[in-house]
């Protein structure tokens, strides 16, 4: 990791807690447990917990429990040397090394790759339901537990109503029960292992439903808009749309996620279900500019010819309101900024000396 | 009738059609052939041999025209119209095959599978993808699997970043309802483009490629004069021509497009693409219409009916890249027949 990097994505947690540390207070000189927290948002915590401890000497002890601690240990050596950071190499599923003393606890394990979904659906399944299967059991036996966030998805209530301008946490609706649907039916029954855990366990749990993100430590290999659409930009290939680009998401960035996931664990009550996400939608076309605005020259935006199926839903957004209104959560950096830092980023990252 | 649609057009007439010569088109014919098509404005001119990059071998037979000489040759003669290439994996690899055809210029991979074996383009798809050329998912001999099935299969495509997926009618099998029932599952259930090819083993290619448009598919393959394996595929001028009086948009000029027809026809085909007695039980049995050629000659090697040949090879579910079978069946056939007579 490029210094100036680490330099940037600190810059960035320390931009988001100015005035906003005091949230986070019952973390001080706490024990936190990030399970899956070597991806996008483990790291992200763990750069977090790092600007807390270094900036506010919150003294947070944080242990990241995962399959991939050794390449977390190449890539990320700023924070994996650190001494304030544990790293436990473990599937989710046989959680044999768990830290006793854990008072806060974030199951984030789950591989959200649609590539993954589609080639080993049983193992994605795997992964999220016996993994929290495991993550309950284990949690019946710390003493010291305040409280168990569970990190599920914004799928979990299928496709997005027509006549809404977003998806609320109490919406009906349901991911259709076949293959193609496993991540999002899998969580969904991950959020109904929770709830059960609270019920039969009393273990204090309680979901953040996260939509998309968009940041440092997103692998430019995924297939999603926002990381394909900055791959090509960067390869110096043109920005390649599929579908007329009028399809709608949000994006929030890393440092902010990471931030209202700490304030969800911290302020919320067993049993709440809190949106994780930017309100503020994007088409894709929109989106597009966006990243092409931030290369010199500006890369060609290729549409595909396929028109959008007109029964399906074009939208997806998270409905915020009860992240607003009871958490105090907005978003902190704009779409515009969030993508020039995410360009950035990845500039000097792949910038050779 | 007016659809105010635009259609895509892909022309494997240099890749589907090198079956029917036995892979010995040589750079000549693709430089005629690309200038041709180029002129008349094809959306998509696919180049290599007949299963695709990294296919030519002793089994499926050599081509005359190594794949950097057909590529290299094809992006000298092609200007409007964008390089494609048909791309199995396991045949191509991305380090031997994908990636040196993408430095020769490639701009449209189209990575194919059999109908149930998506997962195996994932890599192929996705290294295409990463490299900002267009990537589209083929699902052939797709009349094997239901709709659904071809969904799911469609899906992984999809999800590995291919931007539109084409069921291909290998063996010429199907009828329009058949094809119509698949695009809609298809349209229905994806967010990318939809295509088909087909095969006229049946006399339906144009029929079928018609039913498939007006199903919402917005790619559709034709071969000039039908060129391709067994008795040819969609024949690209007629089809151009049908889809103008449907009020499709292609984007190809109806006259040009018969020029190349012409030049085809005069350069490239030995023999034209028409409905034989084998092709039409191959496309009953459901078995794949490159077959023709290798079967007429094994039958007759072990002096068996060619029809009975590709019933049982559709009774097996054979596919491509089984062609060894095709000796097995012929010599059980031979030994039933011997023994019939004892």
């Given at each position: 990791m490029k210094p100036e990097c680490v330099e940037r994505t600190r810059h960035d947690c320390l931009r988001i807690l100015d005035g906003r540390d005091k949230e986070l207070d019952p973390l001080r000189q706490s024990e936190l447990v990030v399970i899956g927290g070597t991806g996008f948002v483990g790291t992200w915590i763990a750069e977090m917990v790092a600007a807390l401890n270094d900036g506010y000497q919150f003294g947070i002890k944080l242990s990241l429990i995962s399959r991939s601690t050794d390449q977390f240990a190449n890539r990320l050596p700023h924070l994996a040397n650190r001494p304030d950071i544990a790293l436990i190499k473990s599937d989710v599923r046989q959680l044999g090394q768990f830290p006793s003393n854990a008072d806060w606890v974030i199951h984030a394990a789950a591989n959200p790759d649609v590539r993954t979904h589609a080639s080993n659906p049983l193992d994605t399944a795997s992964v999220i339901v016996d993994g929290t299967m495991s993550v309950m059991r284990t949690a019946e036996r710390l003493g010291r537990l305040k409280k168990l966030l569970y990190l599920s998805s914004g799928l979990v209530c299928g496709t997005q109503p027509a006549t809404a301008s977003g998806v609320a946490e109490n919406a009906q609706g349901a991911?259709?029960?076949?293959?193609?649907?496993?991540?999002?039916?899998?969580?969904?029954?991950?959020?109904?292992?929770?709830?059960?855990?609270?019920?039969?366990?009393?273990?204090?749990?309680?979901?953040?439903?996260?939509?998309?993100?968009?940041?440092?430590?997103?692998?430019?290999?995924?297939?999603?808009?926002?990381?394909?659409?900055?791959?090509?930009?960067?390869?110096?290939?043109?920005?390649?749309?599929l579908g007329d680009g009028q399809v709608v998401r949000s994006y929030l960035y890393g440092s902010d996620a990471a931030y209202w996931f700490l304030r969800i664990l911290t302020a919320g009550q067993s049993g709440d279900v809190v949106n994780v996400g930017s309100p503020a939608g994007t088409t894709l076309q929109d989106l597009a500019q966006e990243v092409a605005r931030n290369f010199e020259p500006s890369p060609e935006i290729m549409f595909n010819t396929a028109p959008r199926n007109a029964g399906r839903s074009a939208q997806l957004l998270p409905d915020t309101t009860h992240a607003q209104n009871d958490y105090g959560l907005s978003v902190f950096t704009p779409l515009e900024e969030a993508i020039n830092l995410t360009a950035q980023w990845h500039r000097m990252q792949n910038t050779r000396k | 009738m007016a659809n105010n649609r635009?259609?895509?057009?892909?022309?494997?007439?240099?890749?589907?059609?090198?079956?029917?010569?036995?892979?010995?088109?040589?750079?000549?014919?693709?430089?005629?052939?690309?200038?041709?098509?180029?002129?008349?404005?094809?959306?998509?001119?696919?180049?290599?041999?007949?299963?695709?990059?990294?296919?030519?071998?002793?089994?499926?037979?050599?081509?005359?025209?190594?794949?950097?000489?057909?590529?290299?040759?094809?992006?000298?003669?092609?200007?409007?119209?964008?390089?494609?290439?048909?791309?199995?994996?396991?045949?191509?690899?991305?380090?031997?095959?994908?990636?040196?055809?993408?430095?020769?210029?490639?701009?449209?991979?189209?990575?194919?599978?059999?109908?149930?074996?998506?997962?195996i383009c994932e890599?192929?798809?996705?290294?295409?993808?990463?490299?900002?050329?267009?990537?589209?998912?083929?699902?052939?001999?797709?009349?094997?699997?239901?709709?659904?099935?071809?969904?799911?299969?469609?899906?992984?495509?999809?999800?590995?970043?291919?931007?539109g997926v084409v069921f291909m009618d290998s063996s010429?099998?199907?009828?329009?309802?058949?094809?119509?029932?698949?695009?809609?599952?298809?349209?229905?259930?994806?967010?990318?483009?939809?295509?088909?090819?087909?095969?006229?083993?049946?006399?339906?290619?144009?029929?079928?490629?018609?039913?498939?448009?007006?199903?919402?598919?917005?790619?559709?393959?034709?071969?000039?004069?039908?060129?391709?394996?067994?008795?040819?595929?969609?024949?690209?001028?007629?089809?151009?021509?049908?889809?103008?009086?449907?009020?499709?948009?292609?984007?190809?000029?109806?006259?040009?497009?018969?020029?190349?027809?012409?030049?085809?026809?005069?350069?490239?085909?030995?023999?034209?693409?028409?409905?034989?007695?084998?092709?039409?039980?191959?496309?009953?049995?459901?078995?794949?219409?490159?077959?023709?050629?290798?079967?007429?000659?094994?039958?007759?090697?072990?002096?068996?009916?060619?029809?009975?040949?590709?019933?049982?090879?559709?009774r097996r579910k054979i596919v491509a890249g089984q062609e060894d079978i095709i000796l097995e069946v012929a010599k059980e056939l031979a030994q039933r027949a011997r023994k019939g007579n004892e």
């Open positions: 991911p259709a029960p076949d293959a193609s649907f496993i991540y999002a039916n899998a969580k969904r029954f991950a959020e109904t292992l929770c709830s059960a855990a609270r019920a039969q366990s009393r273990i204090p749990v309680l979901v953040a439903r996260p939509f998309s993100f968009v940041g440092p430590y997103q692998s430019l290999d995924t297939p999603w808009a926002q990381t394909t659409f900055l791959s090509d930009a960067l390869r110096g290939h043109h920005i390649r749309v | 635009e259609i895509l057009i892909s022309d494997p007439t240099l890749r589907d059609g090198n079956h029917a010569v036995g892979h010995q088109l040589s750079a000549e014919h693709i430089a005629a052939y690309c200038k041709a098509a180029d002129a008349a404005g094809v959306t998509i001119v696919e180049v290599g041999h007949g299963n695709g990059l990294g296919a030519s071998s002793l089994q499926l037979g050599e081509s005359k025209t190594p794949d950097h000489i057909a590529l290299t040759t094809a992006r000298q003669n092609l200007v409007k119209s964008k390089l494609g290439i048909h791309v199995i994996p396991g045949f191509a690899t991305i380090e031997r095959d994908l990636k040196p055809a993408l430095e020769l210029g490639v701009d449209v991979v189209r990575v194919a599978s059999h109908c149930s074996e998506a997962d890599r192929h798809i996705s290294y295409s993808r990463s490299q900002g050329v267009g990537v589209w998912g083929c699902l052939m001999m797709s009349h094997m699997i239901s709709p659904a099935l071809l969904l799911e299969q469609a899906r992984k495509m999809e999800s590995y970043g291919a931007e010429g099998h199907f009828l329009p309802d058949d094809v119509r029932q698949r695009v809609e599952t298809l349209v229905n259930g994806l967010s990318i483009a939809v295509g088909f090819h087909a095969h006229n083993n049946l006399g339906m290619a144009i029929g079928n490629s018609v039913a498939a448009a007006d199903a919402g598919a917005t790619l559709l393959d034709g071969c000039a004069r039908g060129f391709g394996a067994g008795a040819g595929n969609a024949q690209l001028e007629v089809l151009i021509a049908v889809l103008e009086r449907l009020g499709y948009a292609t984007g190809v000029d109806l006259y040009k497009i018969l020029d190349a027809a012409d030049v085809a026809e005069e350069l490239l085909i030995k023999e034209i693409p028409s409905i034989k007695s084998v092709s039409v039980v191959s496309g009953m049995a459901g078995v794949f219409s490159g077959f023709m050629k290798p079967v007429s000659r094994i039958a007759k090697e072990f002096n068996v009916d060619p029809r009975d040949v590709f019933f049982e090879l559709g």
